[in-house]
């Protein structure tokens, strides 16, 4: 439906995928004298650099669910998925219908917000399908590629990664697709994952916790524990309350041979942070399966 345009938004649009949350906000703050779409398309970033900083509370007061506007209302969807820590009926059931108006599928910013929804709905039929409209837009891009390696498809991972090197190839988003990609295959691509992390965090000169984690993941699965700790470190003192990275320590304790003091310290850190994050409540449903078990003997 769209080729590859001018992206008015091109170096915030890049930092918030980065996770450099505040910079991007910063950049956005720059941008004045808008209207119309690309108002609300500044408005779109600001809003989900927010989510990148858990300020749930804040988008839900901006975006109220009476809201007319397709993408922000798609926003305040995904906003209660990371509250509640799963896609209720409700909340797909409002993406449903705002995805049903092909009007709204014009918007590559909004397919490429409503395809996370869907995703994490497991609807990634759904997904691809308006993702396919716009094969020139780096977001559904690698929200395509994000879909692709949701479902196990890393070939076709591959091959649109492949097809993007011809017209992206040093785009921040592109690369950090690459890299996801990469870090999926796994064996030699590991350290490949991780020099792409590594050059981006250097280019951008903004070491954010989202590349760090990736950055330590790259490690755990080499199996380099103390180089994996000492960039959560870095992390965790960036951001204290970030989930992921709490998440991913109180997992290379455990392969590290860390103390069970310390394992718990991470865990009580991550239930306190994010009591609804994937991690607490997989590991709360294998503890509740364990009992039951136990019980039955």
């Not at 330590?216 to 965790?236: D, F, G, N, R, T």
Request: proline share 5%.
């Amino acid at each position: 439906m769209s080729d590859q345009i001018v992206d008015d938004f091109y170096t915030a649009r890049n930092l918030l995928y980065l996770g450099a949350y505040p910079q991007a906000l910063a950049n956005l703050s720059q941008q004045t004298h808008l209207s119309g779409a690309l108002e609300l398309e500044k408005q779109s970033l600001r809003l989900r650099a927010y989510l990148g900083q858990q300020n749930y509370s804040l988008i839900l007061d901006e975006i109220p669910a009476t809201a007319t506007s397709p993408e922000l209302l798609t926003i305040r969807q995904l906003v209660l998925i990371k509250q509640q820590g799963s896609a209720s009926p409700s909340v797909v059931g409002v993406v449903d219908e705002l995805v049903a108006d092909s009007n709204n599928l014009q918007s590559p910013s909004f397919v490429a917000i409503a395809a996370q929804v869907l995703v994490i709905a497991q609807k990634t039929d759904d997904a691809l399908k308006i993702l396919a409209l716009h094969p020139k837009n780096l977001e559904c891009v690698a929200m395509t590629v994000v879909t692709y390696l949701a479902i196990d498809r890393v070939d076709l991972a591959q091959k649109l990664i492949a097809r993007v090197r011809t017209w992206a190839e040093d785009a921040p988003i592109a690369q950090l697709a690459e890299a996801w990609t990469s870090l999926f295959v796994g064996g030699p691509k590991y350290n490949e994952a991780f020099y792409i992390f590594e050059e981006l965090a250097q280019a951008s000169s903004v070491s954010t916790v989202p590349l760090l984690n990736a950055l330590a993941v790259c490690k755990m699965h080499l199996q380099q524990y103390p180089e994996a700790i000492s960039l959560l470190q870095e992390a965790l003192e960036k951001n204290p309350n970030s989930p992921d990275t709490l998440a991913n320590l109180v997992v290379c304790a455990n392969h590290a041979g860390q103390s069970l003091e310390t394992k718990t310290q991470y865990l009580d850190q991550l239930k306190h942070a994010a009591p609804n994050h994937p991690f607490v409540l997989d590991l709360e449903a294998k503890d509740a399966e364990f009992d039951a078990l136990k019980n039955k003997f």
